[in-house]
């Protein structure tokens, strides 16, 4: 392709970015309104014309101070030099009559157009040192730093989250903590931090999409808009459960939005996403299925790493609305190794600046029963949560609420969140007592039995021998074999290939 041929390509993609400089600032002109938005998509660098440039950086001085900006008080504005250089007074009202709907679509389109040129000169400078070059290694180190660097400054907007915090707030007493203000428990508490990353986590089948469920109908009724991402289920079975609830369609219909992601997020999806929750005055995101997102997205579940890209990538920016972010996710299996963690790493847990819940199964939930989950704190960040629960008792997680499940028909169900009683904590701290003494006459009685198979074996017996022997949970067997030693009462040796073996000291037999 020859040179003349290439031209009229050039020409053209020209033309289109002068018509989005000037569909972008005579928009703003018009409507002074939608500058604060279109201010995080594109800055006067990226305004190619003198024209379009200094009315773009004259606007963003007057409407930041509060100042009109009809066409006379720009006139006025501007001095002599750059007045002319626009093309005079005129140029205000033919910026006007490329004004468009909305900014926001046509500065990203611009924002598009200047990274493509930026790029395409980067990418040509580099062709020519290739080819001019004789040392081509130091060329491509060259051209690998240009596109890093790029990358790292291209235009975002907005003010850097790099600059000096303002303290004084803090230092003068005048500071107030984050307070939980979206959803409720049933006596009205708060359950999350708006402009926060908050979560519950859970076994399946254990109630977390009904918790975010019963929020999101508290913010619906409270004529607030809130969205569901959803990765697991679908809008039959999520929309299914708002109604047997008791919603109003009417209200699900305008207040309720849900979305279910096929495929993984672009950084203009997420930036489309956030600018419509803010645009809505949305209070609550749910983001259900976190496995599933990061999945999506291409993320390993273990990597601390990846973890902590998910929660900038997607969890933040949605925080950064304003909105109160809450992400459903699993815990491991087992009881014990599970500690206050979800699936995964740790950084999941870091993410979280809000409030993070933990939710143990109870009863189960289903057809003709009354299924109950506890929710338990597992991080409190502002720490205005865990003053409205109670100790867990032997659980170091505090008692924050009960999710109660009532079946009442295949079209209604009740749901409550009930708040823990003084009364609810004793009964729960008795029958963990109840609990640990039931053990114990169970190892004290497992014990004697221990005792007599070990009284009638001609050798000693291996732990393996003794607990095909003794009859009952493998467990308890074992406690009361360490219990019989420990007061010596069994005596324990290595026999071969390291066994350990266990007899009845001689004394004890004669007794």
């Given at each position: 392709?020859?040179?003349?041929e290439?031209?009229?390509?050039?020409?053209v993609?020209?033309?289109?970015?002068?018509?989005?400089?000037?569909?972008?600032?005579?928009?703003?002109?018009?409507?002074?309104?939608?500058?604060?938005?279109?201010?995080e998509?594109?800055?006067?660098?990226?305004?190619?014309?003198?024209q379009?440039?200094?009315?773009?950086?004259?606007?963003?001085?007057?409407?930041?101070?509060?100042?009109p900006?009809d066409?006379?008080?720009?006139q006025?504005?501007?001095p002599?030099a750059d007045?002319?250089?626009?093309?005079?007074?005129?140029?205000?009202?033919?910026?006007?009559s490329?004004?468009?709907?909305s900014?926001?679509?046509?500065?990203?389109?611009l924002?598009h157009?200047?990274?493509?040129?930026?790029?395409?000169?980067?990418?040509?400078?580099?062709i020519?040192?290739?080819q001019?070059?004789?040392?081509v290694?130091?060329a491509?180190?060259?051209?690998?730093?240009?596109?890093t660097?790029?990358?790292?400054?291209?235009?975002?907007?907005?003010?850097?989250?790099?600059a000096?915090?303002?303290?004084?707030?803090?230092?003068?007493?005048?500071h107030?903590?984050?307070?939980?203000?979206v959803?409720?428990?049933?006596?009205?508490?708060?359950?999350?931090?708006?402009?926060?990353v908050n979560?519950?986590?859970?076994?399946?089948?254990?109630?977390k999409?009904?918790?975010a469920?019963?929020?999101?109908?508290?913010e619906?009724n409270?004529?607030?808009?809130?969205?569901?991402?959803?990765?697991e289920?679908?809008?039959?079975?999520?929309?299914?459960?708002?109604m047997l609830?008791?919603?109003n369609?009417?209200?699900?219909?305008t207040?309720?939005?849900?979305?279910?992601?096929?495929?993984?997020p672009t950084?203009?999806?997420?930036?489309?996403?956030?600018r419509?929750?803010?645009?809505?005055?949305?209070?609550?995101?749910v983001?259900?299925?976190v496995?599933e997102?990061m999945?999506?997205?291409?993320?390993?579940?273990?990597?601390n790493s990846?973890?902590a890209?998910?929660g900038?990538?997607l969890?933040r920016?949605?925080?950064d609305t304003?909105a109160a972010?809450?992400s459903?996710?699993?815990?491991?299996?087992s009881?014990?190794?599970?500690?206050?963690?979800?699936?995964?790493?740790?950084?999941?847990?870091?993410?979280?600046?809000?409030?993070?819940?933990m939710l143990?199964?109870?009863?189960?939930?289903?057809v003709?029963?009354?299924?109950?989950?506890?929710?338990?704190?597992?991080?409190d960040?502002?720490?205005?949560?865990?003053r409205?629960?109670?100790?867990?008792?032997k659980?170091?997680?505090?008692?924050?609420?009960?999710?109660?499940?009532?079946?009442?028909?295949?079209?209604?169900s009740?749901?409550?969140?009930?708040?823990?009683?003084?009364?609810?904590?004793e009964?729960?701290?008795?029958?963990?007592?109840d609990?640990?003494?039931k053990?114990?006459?169970e190892?004290?009685?497992?014990?004697?039995?221990?005792l007599?198979?070990?009284?009638?074996?001609?050798?000693p017996?291996s732990?393996?021998?003794?607990?095909?022997?003794?009859?009952?949970?493998?467990?308890?067997?074992?406690?009361a074999?360490e219990?019989?030693?420990d007061e010596?009462?069994?005596?324990?040796?290595?026999?071969?290939?390291?066994?350990?073996l266990?007899?009845?000291p001689?004394q004890?037999?004669?007794?």
């Amino acid at each position: 392709m020859t040179r003349q041929e290439e031209a009229p390509e050039w020409s053209v993609r020209d033309q289109q970015r002068m018509e989005l400089e000037q569909a972008v600032v005579g928009t703003v002109m018009m409507s002074p309104r939608e500058y604060a938005e279109v201010a995080e998509i594109v800055h006067a660098d990226m305004f190619r014309h003198p024209q379009t440039r200094i009315v773009w950086d004259l606007l963003g001085r007057r409407i930041t101070a509060g100042e009109p900006t009809d066409f006379l008080a720009l006139q006025l504005a501007l001095p002599e030099a750059d007045l002319k250089q626009i093309g005079g007074p005129v140029a205000f009202s033919l910026l006007a009559s490329h004004s468009v709907g909305s900014a926001l679509w046509h500065a990203e389109r611009l924002r598009h157009h200047v990274i493509r040129d930026q790029v395409t000169g980067v990418l040509r400078g580099a062709i020519t040192r290739v080819q001019q070059d004789d040392d081509v290694d130091a060329a491509l180190d060259a051209v690998t730093t240009a596109l890093t660097d790029l990358g790292t400054t291209a235009p975002q907007g907005g003010a850097s989250d790099w600059a000096e915090v303002d303290l004084t707030a803090v230092l003068d007493g005048t500071h107030k903590p984050a307070q939980p203000t979206v959803g409720a428990r049933n006596d009205g508490v708060g359950m999350f931090y708006p402009g926060r990353v908050n979560g519950i986590q859970g076994e399946s089948e254990a109630g977390k999409s009904w918790v975010a469920l019963i929020c999101c109908l508290v913010e619906i009724n409270r004529r607030n808009h809130v969205f569901y991402l959803d990765f697991e289920d679908s809008e039959e079975g999520i929309v299914g459960r708002l109604m047997l609830l008791g919603a109003n369609p009417d209200d699900v219909r305008t207040y309720f939005h849900y979305i279910r992601p096929a495929t993984a997020p672009t950084t203009a999806t997420i930036k489309t996403l956030g600018r419509r929750i803010t645009d809505l005055q949305a209070t609550l995101a749910v983001l259900d299925g976190v496995t599933e997102a990061m999945t999506m997205m291409g993320l390993e579940l273990k990597e601390n790493s990846d973890i902590a890209k998910f929660g900038r990538t997607l969890l933040r920016p949605l925080a950064d609305t304003g909105a109160a972010v809450v992400s459903l996710d699993h815990v491991v299996k087992s009881t014990e190794s599970r500690g206050r963690y979800s699936l995964g790493g740790v950084h999941k847990l870091n993410a979280v600046d809000g409030v993070q819940y933990m939710l143990e199964a109870v009863h189960p939930f289903g057809v003709n029963t009354e299924g109950r989950s506890r929710l338990r704190i597992a991080k409190d960040r502002p720490a205005q949560v865990r003053r409205h629960a109670l100790p867990g008792g032997k659980n170091p997680m505090h008692w924050f609420s009960d999710l109660v499940i009532v079946w009442r028909s295949d079209d209604f169900s009740e749901a409550f969140l009930y708040p823990p009683s003084q009364g609810s904590a004793e009964m729960e701290t008795t029958a963990e007592a109840d609990a640990l003494a039931k053990e114990k006459t169970e190892i004290e009685e497992r014990a004697v039995e221990v005792l007599r198979v070990l009284s009638r074996s001609d050798t000693p017996l291996s732990k393996k021998a003794i607990e095909e022997r003794v009859l009952g949970r493998v467990g308890i067997t074992r406690k009361a074999v360490e219990r019989l030693v420990d007061e010596g009462r069994v005596i324990r040796a290595t026999g071969a290939r390291n066994a350990a073996l266990h007899t009845i000291p001689k004394q004890a037999e004669g007794e």
